[in-house]
T-cell receptor, first 115, second 112 residues
């Protein structure tokens, strides 16, 4: 089965603190990619970061880093120094290259940053 | 400039009246996706095209159809909308070799 699991429906974090959003996945495909997207209340989907299954190094993009643990099938998003503008819904997604590049999403985590 | 454009942004349709949502892209990506997203839920993949090859999800109702007449355009047809089909519909594009899927702004469908 191909599945993305996000076990944190909602999180509250104090501004300037770091936060980790959990994501685990299940696939038997050897070649896949993992994404994180941010969806603010406006509804747009904003790409944050990508990790390929064969990448040796964890991906980083500014304040975002992806803690990729392949053996545990986890791809947690770490946001350093959180800001009020980080309040949004966060989705983990998986792209399956052997399934015609199908992309499936987890259920999401609603992150709220407290001032 | 927007690279994935969905029209219209808001669509109101009557129960049972066929409706078509459109998506166009200027990125020349070979993969195009349609997602249904209900309030506070994850985007649910309905189907996607890899080039001209149509890939349907097993749990997508027959009421939902799609057409891709060329690389740039993709349409979502809902043959007989029910109240449960009210949702945001998202179109996305990608291609092998890039690490991002690009999303349109979505079409919010209301069924009355």
């Amino acid at each position: 089965a191909q599945k993305i699991t996000q076990t944190q429906p909602g999180m509250f974090v104090q501004e300037k603190e770091a936060v980790t959003l959990d994501c685990t996945y299940d696939t038997s495909d050897p070649s896949y990619g993992l994404f994180w997207y941010k969806q603010p209340s406006s509804g747009e989907m904003i790409f944050l970061i990508y990790q390929g299954s064969y990448d040796q190094q964890n991906a980083t993009e500014g304040r975002y880093s992806l803690n990729f643990q392949k053996a545990r099938k986890s791809a947690n998003l770490v946001i350093s120094a959180s800001q009020l503008g980080d309040s949004a819904m966060y989705f983990c997604a998986m792209r399956l290259y052997s399934s015609a590049s199908k992309i499936i999403f987890g259920s999401g985590t609603r992150l709220s940053i407290r001032p | 400039d927007a690279m994935v454009i969905q029209n219209p942004r808001y669509q109101v349709t009557q129960f049972g009246k066929p409706v078509t949502l459109s998506c166009s892209q200027t990125l020349n990506h070979n993969v195009m996706y349609w997602y249904q997203q209900k309030s506070s839920q994850a985007p649910k993949l309905l189907f996607h095209y890899y080039d001209k090859d149509f890939n349907n999800e097993a749990d997508t109702p027959d009421n939902f159809q799609s057409r891709r007449p060329n690389t740039s355009f993709c349409f979502l047809d809902i043959r007989s909308p029910g109240l449960g089909d009210a949702a945001m519909y998202l179109c996305a594009t990608s291609r092998v070799g890039i690490t991002e899927a690009f999303f349109g702004q979505g079409t919010r469908l209301t069924v009355v």
